[in-house]
């Protein structure tokens, strides 16, 4: 006996998820059917509604419900400054620490070739352009300390001094390995205040 279409069309769906392979597909979809309506019902609703609502801020590349997000229509912040940070996440915890008072770019992504990821996947033309804008005059690079967040950083450092923008660096008070979602806001602040040039 086989499954009715639309469940199968349901475990198919779930195997979009990272890391879900067949059983885990089916595992979830039971779960969803048998145990949990309700839960399954929002999990529709909010996807339905995040991709005809969510895209992307035209100036920073975060989601946002509108054109420009509200960091970047914030004319209170620093023109000057622009934070580049590989996905929002890292944004919101920037703005936790209190410790930056620019603008943002979030790239959506690290440079990962193991994984597939290369300069083609991340939004760079977008980047280059925005920082080219006449009034950033300092770019924060804020990617994580992990070899991947290091070798993005690398590359995105030597795009934007190609172009003859000052390029910092947060400081390493971070650890090694670390990820700015799992730092707490003090260490990440610090990190923030003590930005050095990339050489
Ligand atoms: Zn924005």
New binding site residues.
Partial sequence: MKNPPSLDQLISALKVLPGVGPKSAQRMAFHLLQKDRGGADRLARALDSALLNLRH??????F?EVP??N???DEARKQELLCVVEMPADLLMLEQSRSYDG??FVLMGRLSPMDGVGPQDLALDKLVARASDGKVQEVVIATNFTAEGEVTAHLIGEMLKAQGLRVTRIARGMPVGGELEHVDPGTLAQAMYERRSLA
């Fill in positions: 801020c035209e100036r920073c590349n975060t946002s420009l997000c960091v970047c229509a603008l943002y």
